[in-house]
């Protein structure tokens, strides 16, 4: 089956803007979690999503937002956006959450000029 | 809160060295730990965790709780080992849980 779709996988904003991020599960899954992975600081978590609700979130402000849809399909906002942002944004799938496996996207590299 | 720590940013081994890479976590309760790994090009992907006890691609790894580790060996590295790789801690409260991730070392294994 199809594996965990980000789109778009490159983008370029400038500081202020405000960008959307999408993301499709595996078939079946209804849990979507969004990280931020810097060279730096490795993989921070965002928030997870099961069935549309916001089950989770991490220590991020209120600029990063996300949503789920019915057919599991999730977005994550960030507005107002700043240098600091710029990073490579990865979607998990898993079918039940945290406990089980994460099937992860290529990701979405935003640089922030 | 939980935390993930690995010590070590970078490990060069040759091939058929054995291979150790180091995780030790914080977490008042009762954790699941899993290692992820990163290949050049590839996804993130499961490598193993703690519960199934079980041996991917020649690497175990041993939940430690008095020493609160989570090591990943193996006794003969191969160059196709060579590659990012993340501890992880899942922890649940209630409903809800999310995995903590370390921030990863680079595993090199020259020939």
């Known amino acids: 089956k199809a594996g965990v779709t980000q789109t778009p996988r490159y983008l370029i904003k400038t500081r202020g803007q405000q960008v959307t991020l999408s993301c499709s599960p595996i078939?079946?899954?209804?849990?979507v979690s969004w990280y931020q992975q810097t060279p730096g600081q490795g993989l921070q978590f965002l928030f997870e999503y099961f069935s549309e609700t916001q089950r989770n979130k991490g220590n991020f402000p209120g600029r990063f937002s996300g949503r789920q849809f019915s057919n599991s399909r999730s977005e994550m906002n960030v507005s107002t956006l700043e240098l600091g942002d710029s990073a490579l944004y990865l979607c998990?799938?898993?079918?039940?959450?945290?406990?089980?496996?994460?099937?992860f996207g290529e990701g979405s590299r935003l640089t922030v000029l | 809160a939980q935390r993930v720590t690995q010590p070590e940013k970078l490990l060069s081994v040759f091939k058929g060295a054995p291979v150790e890479l180091k995780c030790n976590y914080s977490y008042s309760g009762s954790p699941e730990l899993f290692w992820y790994v990163q290949y050049s090009r590839q996804r993130l992907q499961l490598l193993l965790r703690h519960i199934s006890r079980e041996s991917i691609k020649g690497f175990t790894a041993d939940l430690n709780k008095g020493e609160t580790s989570f090591h990943l060996k193996k006794p003969f590295a191969q160059e196709e080992d060579s590659a990012m790789y993340y501890c992880a801690l899942s922890a649940h409260t209630g409903a809800n849980s999310k995995l903590t991730f370390g921030k990863g070392i680079t595993l090199s294994v020259r020939p």
């Open positions: 078939s079946g899954h209804r849990s």
């Open positions: 998990a799938s898993s079918l039940d959450g945290a406990a089980g496996e994460l099937f």
